[in-house]
T-cell receptor
Framework: GQNIDQPTEMTATEGAIVQINCTYQ??????LFWYQQHAGEAPTFLSY????GLEEKGRFSSFLSRSKGYSYLLLKELQMKDSASYLC?????????????FGKGTKLSVIP | EAQVTQNPRYLITVTGKKLTVTCSQN?????MSWYRQDPGLGLRQIYY???????DKGDVPEGYKVSRKEKRNFPLILESPSPNQTSLYFC?????????????FGSGTRLTVV
């Protein structure tokens, strides 16, 4: 089975940096994804990690440590439009390698 | 434009009246899946399909049916809807089991069963 934990809510100030953590315990692992979801809308893909280390994509970076079952999403130079839920998702391996299991999401509020 | 299309976007129905939510993708993806999203519970998988005529249960399949007769379509069927199936539903598709493609999601269907 899969167990994915992330904080329920976070608040940060416009222009600042925020780190959203995700820990996971899974029966198989073939990649970790981060999605952004604005209220009432579809999730949209942000980043993917399958090897340990940091992946940087503009203002967003994602880190993975497979040995620790840990990932974080780093958002720099926060903007008001970054207020959204951020979903951590783990992809299984073998027969389950098509499947993504999602955490419950972290609701980020960016304040002026 | 590459996309996953769900219909309808909003639906209010009564208990016991059969309904179908359609999902279609134009990316020739093998894999398609249905999720429901509820406050405090996150996205939970209902059913998935790895290819035509190949479907399997996800984490919360009770009360739902699916079919995959052609690659592009993956409808979700509620034979006898109940109020506990009131939720936001998402269809998603994926190119293959490897790589950094992840899922492409449809816009969602907000279902209310009264």
């Amino acid at each position: 089975g899969q167990n994915i934990d992330q904080p329920t809510e976070m608040t940060a100030t416009e222009g600042a940096i925020v780190q959203i953590n995700c820990t996971y315990q899974t029966s198989g692992f073939n990649g970790l994804f981060w999605y952004q979801q604005h209220a009432g809308e579809a999730p949209t893909f942000l980043s993917y990690n399958v090897l340990d280390g940091l992946e940087e994509k503009g203002r967003f970076s994602s880190f993975l440590s497979r040995s620790k079952g840990y990932s974080y999403l780093l958002l720099k130079e926060l903007q008001m439009k970054d207020s959204a839920s951020y979903l951590c998702a783990v992809r299984g391996d073998g027969a389950g390698s098509y499947q993504l299991t999602f955490g419950k999401g972290t609701k980020l509020s960016v304040i002026p | 434009e590459a996309q996953v299309t769900q219909n309808p976007r909003y639906l209010i129905t009564v208990t016991g009246k059969k309904l179908t939510v359609t999902c279609s993708q134009n990316m020739n993806h093998e894999y398609m899946s249905w999720y429901r999203q509820d406050p405090g519970l996150g996205l939970r998988q209902i059913y998935y399909s790895m290819n035509v005529e190949v479907t399997d249960k996800g984490d919360v399949p009770e009360g739902y049916k699916v079919s995959r007769k052609e690659k592009r379509n993956f409808p979700l069927i509620l034979e006898s809807p109940s109020p506990n199936q009131t939720s936001l539903y998402f269809c998603a598709s994926s190119r293959d089991r490897g790589g950094d493609y992840g899922y492409t999601f449809g816009s969602g269907t907000r279902l209310t069963v009264v």
